[in-house]
Each structure stands twice: as C-alpha cells, then as structure tokens.
C-alpha cells in the first residue's frame, strides 16, 4: 500500500527556471514530511523537511509547501542549478509508527543548461 | 567524522542462498535504519536498531533479520533469498530514535538474485 506518492517520474527544466515537485499522500497520520536528493551511486542526501503544524519552509533555493487538507506537498527549488539534476524522494513518518519513513517512488529532475 | 559506510558494494547469489549485509554508522549514532529500493521505486524500510534493540520493523517477512553490534555496526541478513529480493539495500545511521530527518545513508548493497 503506497502511502506516499510522486506521480511524476520525471522533470525537466531549464536552468535558472523554477522547478516544482509534487506529492501526496493517504495517511492522515503523518506529521512529518521530508525530501530526500539522490545522485547516482550515493545514498539519499537529506535536503529539508515540514512539519505538520507549518505549512511552509524556506532553506535557501528550496522552500517546502504543505497542505494538509488536500494530503499534498510541494518542493519548488529557485533557480534550477545543474547540480539539481538528481532523483528526489518525498517521504513522510508519525508518531504514532515509531516515526518510520515512508517514501515515495521518486522524481527524477533534469536541469538543462 | 566518517560517514555511513556498506559493504560490499555488489552482490549477486542464487535463489534459495542466504546473504549478509553490513553497515558502519556514522561516528557517534547509536540508531540504524535498514531499507529495501527496488528498481524504480522508493526505499521501503525494513527495520531499525538502536542500542542493539530492534527497534521498529516494516512489512517484511521473518527471513529478514538483523543484528546490531556494541559499536553501533549493523547487519541485514536475509535467507531463502527469492528473485523478488533484488534491490539496492540502503543502511541510514542517525543519534537516537526518533531519527527523522537527521538520518545519513550510506551509498547502499546492490544485491541480485539470479
């Protein structure tokens, strides 16, 4: 049972352009949501995280949007830089699971330069 | 400071065989986290140790086990190894339990079963 889905496998964008990545979610439980880079041949890179009771965080050229009432998050990164280019994974834990990552399946972002 | 480190990098057994993966934790966590990333798809986690305790587990059936050492290294051991076991299997170190975002991975094992 997929919990937390990315429905895009892919995205392209040109560099310096605003990439957007979508994701949703089912479990009403989860109060914590994070996303996760990964290059290939490394192990996923932490990148930032939102908590339920927020719903948006900034960290430089990411921001994280949240809204709970439609089970969906949103990771814009500004501007597109080549070094973007990689696999990002939402996931998301509860309390309620002993805070277990549950992850979707991943967008895979291009960055043209 | 060292980071998460697994061996060994690639893998391949037959069906039926039983393997064994390792992880070193990040220097000073106590907490690992096991997780399976079959081809085109998310991590899906297995367990956690912390402290040498199992600490939580996933959906995955008894022939997944797992030991946690004093030094906080770990191992995923996996029997009667099935086609459907291959899958890049990535180990996450962090400082206690909850770990949340303050989880460091290691590059993974990928392991193949023929």
């Known amino acids: 049972d997929q919990q937390v889905k990315q429905n895009s496998p892919s995205l392209s964008v040109q560099e310096g352009r605003i990439s957007i990545l979508n994701c949703d979610y089912t479990?009403?439980?989860?109060?914590?949501f994070l996303w996760y880079k990964k290059y290939p041949a490394e192990g996923p890179t932490f990148l930032i995280s939102?908590?339920?009771?927020?719903d948006k965080n900034e960290d430089g050229r990411f921001t994280v949007f949240l809204n709970k009432s439609a089970k969906h998050l949103s990771l814009h990164i500004v501007p597109s830089q080549p070094g973007d280019s990689a696999v990002y994974f939402c996931?998301?834990?509860?309390?309620?699971?002993?805070?277990?990552?549950?992850f979707g399946a991943g967008t895979t972002v291009t960055v043209r330069a | 400071e060292t980071g998460v480190t697994q061996s060994p990098t690639h893998l391949i057994k037959t069906r039926g065989q039983q393997v064994t993966l390792r992880c070193s934790s990040q220097?000073?966590?106590?907490?690992v986290s096991w997780y399976q990333q079959a081809l085109g798809q998310g991590p899906q986690f297995i367990f956690q140790y912390y402290r040498e305790e199992e600490n939580g587990r996933g959906n995955f059936p008894p022939r997944f086990s797992g030991l946690q050492f004093p030094n906080y290294s770990s191992e995923l051991n996996v029997n009667a190894l099935e086609l459907d076991d291959s899958a890049l299997y990535l180990c996450?170190?962090?400082?206690?339990?909850?770990?949340?975002?303050?989880?460091?991975f290691g590059p993974g094992t990928r392991l193949t079963v023929t």
């Open positions: 996450a170190s962090s400082l206690g339990s909850p770990p949340r975002d303050e989880q460091y």
């Open positions: 479990n009403s439980m989860f109060d914590y």
């Open positions: 939102i908590s339920s009771i927020k």
């Open positions: 220097s000073g966590h106590n907490t």
């Open positions: 996931a998301a834990s509860d309390v309620s699971n002993d805070y277990k990552l549950s």
